[in-house]
């Protein structure tokens, strides 16, 4: 989050989530809907007494947070509150491919039209598995931060994705 005072910066240290675990506000990947119904309830009990909520979910419908849950709101209710109907952004164009495998040329134009100044083209043309695909590829040769800036999400998104990404892989090689 970019801060622009001191005394707005120690407002938002005041946070209930400082000291949570970042997967409780950002699922796994193919989480099932009740896991996630459960996980997101769990969430905004942490969100429901912090002292800043309004002002956290204030940014995230600014600046249009994909993932996770932020100042007690979920992603599909963020999308209804900027009404965005029945989730648009999470829309496909096309078909998925089939084994559920990425549709590489879809995610290499999208990252085009993104570098070429359209913030939304992940989150308008590519399935969440995609846009996450889309983002570890930005980040071979770019930050975090500068990954986050591209997308308009917060760093601790992709972090948070990367994390979990990197424990998903490690896991599946302990089991292969």
């Known amino acids: 989050m970019k801060h622009t005072g001191t005394t ?3 407002r938002w240290d005041l946070r ?19 896991e996630q119904t459960a996980r997101e309830a769990r969430a905004k009990q942490v969100c429901a007494r912090c002292p800043i909520m309004d002002d956290c979910r204030d940014w995230a419908l600014a600046r249009r947070e994909p993932f996770g849950v ?16 029945g989730g648009r952004r999470y829309r496909r164009t096309a078909p998925r491919p089939p084994d559920d495998r990425f549709d590489q ?26 846009r996450w695909e ?6 071979q040769n770019r930050s975090p931060a500068q ?15 990367r994390t979990k990404r990197r424990r998903s892989l490690a896991e599946q090689e302990a089991a292969a």
């Not at 400082?18 to 809907?33: I, Q, T, V, Y």
């Not at 997308?151 to 948070?160: E, F, K, L």
Request: with cysteine.
């Open 8 to 10: 707005e910066r120690a």
């Open 105 to 130: 040329q879809a995610i290499r134009d999208a990252i085009t039209e993104l570098l070429a100044g359209d913030p939304d083209a992940l989150r308008e043309r590519l399935n969440k598995r995609e």
């Open 147 to 161: 990954v986050a800036a591209l997308i308009h999400v917060d760093p601790n998104t992709v972090h948070a994705f």
């Open 16 to 34: 209930a989530c400082w000291d949570s675990d970042p997967d409780l506000f950002h699922g796994p990947e193919g989480e099932r809907a009740g």
């Open 134 to 139: 889309a983002v570890e590829i930005l980040c």
């Open 70 to 85: 932020w100042g007690g709101m979920g992603e599909r209710e963020r999308d209804r509150a900027l009404g965005i109907d």
